[in-house]
């Protein structure tokens, strides 16, 4: 069945470092990918997305480019700030078998926590 | 942010007894969600909605039941709660349902059961 897998938390980064949290997933077909982002004490909310391979979403400074080939859509930034500290997750699109919506799989979440 | 509300928003209850989690949209979306969270599962898909009155089961349904009389309220109801059914419960919405459709989420709802 269709799966994702994040790297394990936390990550813990001082301020203006680089990030990278890893994201692999396991689909049929060609699902979309998505990055959301979950504060502290809140819902989830998008952060970025790619419907295609090759694509790249972006936001707020994230990226994340939809690799077919390695079956990867890693999370990056370049300089990240004490305000970036929440949990990610890595989500695929998959259609369910019997009425053709599309639900989500999320993966299990990583913590970062930023220092100043 | 999408207009999306549930209710309570925390919850204590004792084992077996009913419990009924509500989530209320503004928004008129055809298609909602309810998951839960628990530490090292992420989120996982309990029940959805595609339109009033037809639901489907997601991956952790045992347990659990939906309804939907009408497009705003979707209500996610513990028949007998259990200890293992502690969690923080999201409702999410999305407009077409389809692959590259985003999701909008609730502030979640903490139920301890007891």
């Known amino acids: 069945g269709n799966s994702v897998t994040q790297m394990e938390g936390p990550v813990t980064l001082s301020e203006e470092a680089f990030l990278t949290i890893n994201c692999t997933y396991t689909?049929?077909?060609?699902?979309?990918l998505f990055w959301y982002v979950q504060y502290p004490g809140e819902g989830l909310q998008l952060l970025l997305k790619a419907t295609k391979a090759d694509d790249k979403g972006s936001n707020k400074g994230f990226e994340a480019t939809y690799r077919k080939e390695t079956t990867s859509f890693h999370l990056e930034k370049g300089s990240v700030q004490v305000s970036d500290s929440a949990v990610y997750f890595c989500a695929l699109s998959s259609a369910s078998s019997t009425s053709g919506t599309y639900k989500y799989i999320f993966g299990t979440g990583t913590r970062l926590k930023v220092l100043a | 942010d999408a207009g999306i509300t549930q209710s309570p928003r925390h919850k204590v209850t004792e084992t077996g007894t009913p419990v009924t989690l509500r989530c209320h949209q503004t928004?008129?979306?055809?298609?909602m969600y309810w998951y839960r969270q628990d530490p090292g599962h992420g989120l996982r898909l309990i029940h959805y909605s595609y339109g009033v009155k037809d639901t489907d089961k997601g991956e952790v349904s045992d347990g659990y039941s939906v309804s939907r009389s009408k497009t705003e309220d979707f209500l996610l109801t513990l028949e007998s709660a259990t200890s293992s059914q502690t969690s923080v419960y999201f409702c999410?919405?999305?407009?077409?349902?389809?692959?590259?459709?985003?999701?909008?989420f609730g502030p979640g709802t903490r139920l301890t059961v007891l």
């Open positions: 928004e008129n979306h055809r298609y």
């Open positions: 999410a919405i999305s407009y077409t349902g389809t692959a590259t459709d985003t999701q909008y």
């Open positions: 689909a049929t077909g060609y699902p979309s």
